[in-house]
């Protein structure tokens, strides 16, 4: 596709359960991140990953939270037992490009995930 | 040492007006510094972005102005437009590790 596509856009669901938010970068893209936006602030980083590794998790807020890409492409960020705390947007990137100079990260639109 | 601190939290002015906004950052293994924009109900998109080798950067309206020793970096808009009404965020880089400031919602009035 032309940018980062993220579905669902919004995920309203109960405490409790589990939820599962996908993320389909540019075409090409080896580099893949994952980042929560609370509302008025900055993303905050969660894990990323070159290819199908994922390279740094140490953002993710706890073991509820995990990541997967596995041929490289589509990843999914999957939140178990849902806590109101994990409402936010979620947001995905991906670059170009590995290492030193990565250079731009292109943002998806984001899914806002609500739980009430 | 992680942190990117921002300022001001909000900005208003007016058409045809300088909008300036400042970060700051600790850690000197940063080596990139870009600028993001982000209007409502879309995702932040790149704007500009320097390297610490160079103290200026322009693209058309948008500057970067880098101080290495100080560590601090600023963007400044020339003859703001209702247009250029959104978010701002830095962000400062090494490699793959990103650090975002928390944004600054700038209001141009027409």
């Known amino acids: 596709g032309a940018g980062v596509s993220q579905s669902p856009r919004y995920k309203v669901t109960k405490r409790g359960q589990d939820v599962a938010l996908r993320c389909d970068p540019i075409s090409g893209h080896v580099s893949l991140y994952w980042y929560r936006q609370a509302l008025g602030q900055g993303p905050e980083f969660l894990t990323y990953?070159?290819?199908?590794?994922?390279?740094?998790k140490s953002g993710l807020p706890n073991d509820r939270f995990s990541a997967e890409r596995p041929e490289g492409s589509i990843s999914t960020l999957t939140i178990q037992r849902t806590e109101q705390r994990d409402s936010a947007m979620y947001r995905c990137?991906?670059?170009?490009?590995?290492?030193?100079?990565?250079?731009?990260?292109?943002f998806g639109e984001g899914s806002r995930l609500t739980v009430l | 040492q992680q942190q990117v601190k921002q300022s001001p939290q909000s900005l208003i002015v007016q058409k045809g007006g300088i909008s300036i906004i400042n970060c700051a950052y600790e850690n000197t293994a940063f080596d990139y510094f870009p600028w993001y924009q982000q209007f409502p109900g879309k995702g932040p998109a790149l704007l500009i972005a320097?390297?610490?080798?160079?103290s200026e950067k322009k693209e058309g309206r948008f500057t970067i102005s880098f101080n290495k020793s100080a560590k601090q970096f600023s963007l400044h808009i020339m003859d703001s437009q209702p247009g250029d009404s959104a978010t701002y965020f830095c962000a400062a880089s090494y490699g793959q590790n990103f650090v975002f400031g928390p944004g600054t919602r700038l209001s141009v009035l027409p």
């Open positions: 990953f070159n290819y199908e590794a994922q390279q740094d």
């Open positions: 990137a991906s670059s170009r490009t590995v290492g030193l100079n990565t250079g731009e990260l292109f």
């Open positions: 320097i390297r610490p080798d160079v």
